[in-house]
C-alpha cells in the first residue's frame, strides 16, 4: 500500500504552524465517520455524481476495453487522444508515469510493437499543425473524447482531423476513429452512430476530472500496453481500505482533514504537489485540476457566498528546488507541500568516481536513486527548520497497481475534504461560465443575446482603456 507520513505538519515538528493531531484528529473523528459512510451510501443515487467511486468495478467496461485494443493490436503505429481537461489529463498522467521515458521516441521493438501515443489537449494552431505535420494518419487511431460531443476546443480538432482522414482514406476513415462520449445523447454520439464509429460510454454522474479509471482513461492505456487489470487491481485494494470509517486507518480522511484544517485554522491554503520524479510530472497536472475544479467554489451547500479554495500548485523534485524552494522557505508561510517519494525506482544509476581529487569526490560511487531520496529528505527537513508544513506520500514503485492507489486515494481526500467545507465538489460553474461566452463569440446557435451582451462588455472595456 502507498504511505501518508504527516509528521511534519505536527506542532512537535513546525511548532504553532502545526496541528496538534491527535487532538485534531480525535475531534474531527465523528464527522469523519459520517462523510465516509454518505460517500458510500450516496455512491448510487442518481445525481449525486459519485459513480466514480464504482468504476474499479466495472468488469464490463475493462473487458470491452481488452477486446478493442486485442482487435487493433498491431494496426496502427499512432494512438492520438483528442480531449481536454478530464478528458485527457487522466490518460496522460498515467501514459507518462507508466511507460518507458521517451516512450514516443523509442523504435517499434523497444516499445514492445505498441504504438506511440500523443495528446491534443489544446487549440493551439502551432502545436496541431506541427503534429499533424509528422503523424501519418493513415496509421494513427484517433480517439476523441467529450462526453457532451459538444466541447469546442475537442470537437474543432476533431473536425479538421476528420476532414483530413476522409482525403487520405475516403469511406474507410472511420476505421481510425473510436469515440468515447455520451452513450444516448450529444453530438458526437449521433455523429458516432450515423458514420459507424467504434464507442465508449462515459459513464452518467462521473465528472470529467474523476474519469480517469471509466473508458476515457482506460482505452488509451490499453491501447499502448498497459495492464488495465492492475490499475483495477490497485483501484479495489484502496477503495476497501477507505471505506474505513475511523481516520486512524484512513489516509484519504487524514490528509483531508489536514489540509482543511491548515487553511482554516493556520492560514496555509495553498498546496504543492512535488513528486520526486520525472514520470510523475503529469500527476502533479492532474491534481491541479482535481483541485482547483473541484474545491474553487463561490457558495456553499446553504448559499452563502464562501469564494473557497484551496490553490494547487505544481513543482517537480528535485528540479524546482532550485526554482521554488526559496519561496517555500522564505516567503509567506501559506502553503502545504505534499512530497511524493518513489522507493523503489525501476532502474539503479551509479555515479563513477572519475573526479577523485576534487571537491566532487563525495558523490563518486554513491547512486542517483541515494541522490534523488537525499533530496527529497533535505528538502522536508529543511522546510521543518523555517517552520513550514509538509507531507510525504511513500510510493512503494512507480506501476499500474500502486498509481490507481495513488490517484483513487486524491479522488476520495477530495470527496471529504468537499464536504469538510460544505461546498459542491462535483459542479463547476465557473467553467460553465467561459463556455458560453465562448459559444457565443464563435456564432453557435442559440447564444444571440450572450454574443450582444458580450459584445457590449468588451467594447466598454476599450472605452475604458481608450482603444
Not at 569526490?361 to 536513486?369: P, R, V
Request: proline share 3%; glycine share 6%; hydrophobic share 40%.
Amino acid at each position: 500500500m502507498i504511505k501518508l507520513d504527516y509528521t511534519n505538519v505536527s506542532v512537535q515538528a513546525i511548532g504553532d504552524n502545526g496541528l496538534d493531531l491527535n487532538q485534531c484528529f480525535n475531534e474531527y473523528a465523528p464527522k469523519i465517520q459520517e462523510i465516509i459512510t454518505n460517500l458510500n451510501m450516496n455512491k448510487d443515487k442518481p445525481g449525486s455524481w459519485l459513480q466514480w467511486m464504482n468504476l474499479g468495478y466495472n468488469e464490463e467496461t475493462v473487458w470491452y476495453v481488452k477486446e478493442f485494443a486485442a482487435i487493433v493490436d498491431g494496426r496502427f503505429d499512432n494512438v492520438l487522444v483528442l480531449g481536454i481537461g478530464g478528458s485527457a489529463l487522466g490518460a496522460q498522467a498515467l501514459s507518462e508515469a507508466l511507460l518507458k521515458p521517451y516512450w514516443n521516441l523509442l523504435d517499434k521493438e523497444k516499445r514492445d510493437n505498441f504504438p506511440r501515443i500523443f495528446f491534443l489537449d489544446n487549440i493551439d494552431p502551432d502545436q496541431i499543425t506541427a503534429l499533424l505535420d509528422i503523424l501519418d494518419l493513415k496509421k494513427t487511431l484517433v480517439n476523441v473524447i467529450t462526453k457532451s460531443g459538444s466541447t469546442a476546443e475537442t470537437m474543432s480538432q476533431f473536425m479538421i482531423i476528420k476532414d483530413r482522414l476522409y482525403e487520405l482514406l475516403g469511406d474507410d476513415y472511420r476505421k481510425n476513429i473510436v469515440a468515447t462520449t455520451d452513450k444516448q445523447s450529444g453530438i458526437l454520439r449521433q455523429l458516432a452512430n450515423e458514420e459507424g464509429y467504434k464507442t465508449f460510454v462515459v459513464p452518467d454522474d462521473v465528472g470529467g476530472r474523476f474519469s480517469v479509471f471509466s473508458a476515457v482513461g482506460l482505452v488509451p492505456l490499453a491501447l499502448v500496453g498497459l495492464d488495465i487489470d492492475e490499475i483495477i487491481r490497485g483501484i479495489k485494494i484502496m477503495d476497501l481500505t477507505l471505506k474505513n470509517t475511523d481516520i486512524y486507518k484512513n489516509i484519504a480522511a487524514q490528509n483531508a482533514l489536514i489540509h482543511y484544517l491548515m487553511d482554516k485554522q493556520k492560514g496555509k491554503y495553498i498546496s504543492v504537489m512535488m513528486p520526486y520524479s520525472s514520470r510523475l510530472k503529469y500527476i502533479s497536472d492532474w491534481y491541479v485540476q482535481l483541485w482547483a475544479e473541484s474545491l474553487g467554489k463561490e457558495f456553499d451547500k446553504a448559499g452563502n457566498k464562501v469564494n473557497n479554495g484551496p490553490t494547487p500548485i505544481k513543482a517537480l523534485g528535485a528540479t524546482d528546488q532550485h526554482s521554488q524552494i526559496q519561496l517555500y522557505n522564505e516567503g509567506k508561510n501559506d502553503k502545504v507541500i505534499t512530497f511524493i517519494r518513489v522507493d523503489e525506482f525501476d532502474n539503479e544509476l551509479n555515479i563513477p568516481n572519475i573526479f577523485e581529487y576534487t571537491g566532487l569526490n563525495y558523490l563518486g560511487g554513491k547512486s542517483i536513486n541515494r541522490l534523488i531520496n537525499a533530496e527529497a529528505d533535505s528538502t522536508a527537513v529543511a522546510l521543518c527548520d523555517y517552520n513550514r508544513p509538509n507531507l510525504t506520500i511513500h510510493l512503494p514503485k512507480i506501476s499500474e497497481y500502486y498509481l490507481a492507489q495513488l490517484l483513487y486515494m486524491f479522488e476520495i481526500e477530495t470527496a471529504i475534504i468537499g464536504e469538510l467545507y460544505n461546498i459542491d465538489a462535483f459542479n463547476q460553474p465557473g467553467v460553465e461560465q467561459a463556455k458560453n461566452y465562448t459559444y457565443a463569440l464563435m456564432g453557435r446557435m442559440g447564444y444571440e443575446e450572450s454574443a450582444k451582451e458580450l459584445n457590449e462588455k468588451i467594447n466598454k472595456n476599450k472605452e475604458i482603456m481608450g482603444v
